[in-house]
């Protein structure tokens, strides 16, 4: 699986941005897929994540209720929609494909380690 995220570029505080990741291959619906993201001098960070049927999600706190993953099989496309943006969510963010298991811990979806497939990352920056 490639994974190709874009959709990345500056807004203000108070904005929205939509994410995009194009998964190449025809198993991509088999996939979780992920969300995460690399600030300045701070360490990697989940984000938001999707099951591979669509049905189940899981967001970091610091996001829930303003970002909302999706994912369109069709199109072999995830979406991260970004609302209510903060200068804080400044970031290089990264999609990431991971191969099926039991989620019915869906906090399982934000360990980093679930996943095997990452795609470059797309810059968000959030002016104040």
């Known amino acids: 699986v490639q994974l190709q995220a874009s959709g990345g570029g500056l807004v203000q505080a108070g904005g929205s941005l939509r994410l995009f990741c194009a998964a190449s291959?025809?198993?991509?619906?088999?996939?979780?897929m992920g969300w995460f993201r690399q600030a300045p001098g701070k360490e990697h960070e989940f984000v938001a994540a999707?099951?591979?049927?669509?049905?189940?999600?899981y967001y970091a706190d610091s996001v829930k209720g303003r970002f909302t993953i999706s994912r369109e099989v069709a199109k072999n496309t995830v979406y991260l929609q970004m609302n209510s943006l903060r200068p804080e969510d400044t970031a290089v963010y990264y999609c990431a494909a991971g191969r099926q298991y039991d989620t019915s811990d869906s906090r399982t979806l934000g360990d980093r380690n679930r996943y095997d497939y990452w795609g470059q990352g797309t810059l968000v920056t959030v002016s104040s």
């Open positions: 291959g025809r198993t991509f619906y088999t996939y979780n």
């Open positions: 999707i099951d591979w049927s669509g049905s189940l999600t």
